[in-house]
């Protein structure tokens, strides 16, 4: 077991509300989050919810010197891990429902790419409607938002509305499920408006 994978675990004990999730993303889940950057484009790339930085550092592979990658953290202790194991990255300690404050305060208040693996599950109703506020309020028009949601939490009523409710925000929604994930996983791909005016 890796440092990030038991760093991960570790939080995950020590806040299981926060930290949301039974084991840390899988390569083959990254890799399909990182298939989503178009190298070479200028991209800024924002994580939310990065945990051991599976994904973070699938994403990193990808991006080229033109680009750039934040990691938004709300848990401390990921937060000072990150840090320590990787210097290349812009970790930003803080909440994402105040994404459009924490980006602009990075000088990158706009994002072509966001990837969150933030868990849905035990994320009110309301705090969802937030979320997805502050999300596509930073999206640059045509933007695509990624999402990590598990198939064991799928049937789960607060799930089944924000599967709806990803309609409502996001001019386009599909999905692709990633079998070889433990567990296995589906990323959904949100694709904003390419009118500025249209939530």
Do not use: K
Not at 118 to 127: C, M, N
């Amino acid at each position: 077991m890796g440092r990030d994978t038991r760093r991960f675990l570790a939080a995950a004990c020590r806040t299981p509300r926060e930290i949301g999730a039974i084991a840390p993303s899988g390569r083959h889940l990254a890799a399909c989050a990182a298939a989503l950057i178009r190298p070479g484009h200028g991209q800024t790339v924002v994580e939310l919810g990065p945990g051991g930085g599976v994904i973070t550092d699938a994403l990193h592979q990808r991006l080229t010197g033109a680009d750039t990658l934040l990691a938004i953290e709300r848990n401390e202790t990921m937060a000072a891990h990150l840090m320590a194991t990787r210097p290349w990255l812009d970790v930003v300690e803080g909440d994402a429902a105040d994404l459009p404050a924490l980006l602009a305060a990075s000088d990158h208040p706009r994002a072509d790419l966001i990837v969150s693996a933030l868990p849905w599950s035990v994320i009110p109703a309301a705090d969802q409607h937030a979320l997805l506020t502050a999300i596509t309020s930073v999206l640059n028009p045509g933007g695509v938002f990624a999402t990590v949601l598990t198939l064991p939490v799928l049937p789960l009523p607060i799930i089944r509305q924000l599967r709806q409710r990803l309609s409502g925000y996001f001019a386009a929604v599909t999905y692709r499920t990633v079998w070889r994930n433990v567990p296995p996983a589906r990323l959904y791909v949100c694709t904003a408006s390419t009118s500025p005016d249209m939530p």
